[in-house]
């Protein structure tokens, strides 16, 4: 098992950046990084970007010097490499996620403005904020957990379509289309439905604080809740990650 750093060669952000690694898995990668001061927020899906100015103090915590080259074929070697489209950052990846069917999958975590086909989406979540900041949730009444408001697509949905139905029937706040914004989705393999891999994750910001109150009997609490308290009741979900990250909270907090 080892910690691969290949040279501070590629530039942006007006310095040059190394790739860190892990040969072996993505939990040895997250211990090295969080023991050595490495920010989450750095992850990529399969490595992690670290600046020229940390590339010594990363080899001497026992990080080895190897080509890129090198770097590219350990991952793939692992089974690690990731590759994904223009406009995709990749948050988390996660290996053998049981969601109660039996099925182990993995799931890639995505930031992306890439909008998802109809045709592959099997459900969309809505991070939906009111106008002080804080975050609706509810509670489900079939798995048991707080969360936001989400839920399988219908016939002839997209993610948005499905994204306002949804947000009406479990907080009866209702939705123009064009108040949500895509914030990435989570892929599936094997998908969750044939031909649908992907759940849509979404935002919206309402004025005020509008009351909350679902339809039906899916949901049986209802509430306005901190970041704070957000994490507090969702963070040992497998989709908190995509969350955490956009309200930098926990190890995704911006330094």
Known sequence: MAILIDPAAWPAYGRLWSHLVSDTSLAELH?????HGVSRR???GDHYDVPDVAYDALVAAGARPVT???VVTALRAAGLRLRKR???RPVERLTGLDLGDGVPREVDLLLSDWPPPAERTYAASVLLRDSAGRCAVVFSTRRRVWGPPAGRTEPGEDAVATAVREVAEETGVRLDPADLRLLGHEVFRPALAPGRDLLAFLTATVPGSPPLAGEGDETTGHAWVTPTELERRCSGEFWWPLVGHVLALGPWARR
């Open 31 to 35: 211990a090295f990084a969080a023991d």
């Open 42 to 44: 750095l992850f990529e």
């Open 68 to 70: 890129s080259r090198e």
């Open 86 to 88: 223009k406009g995709e």
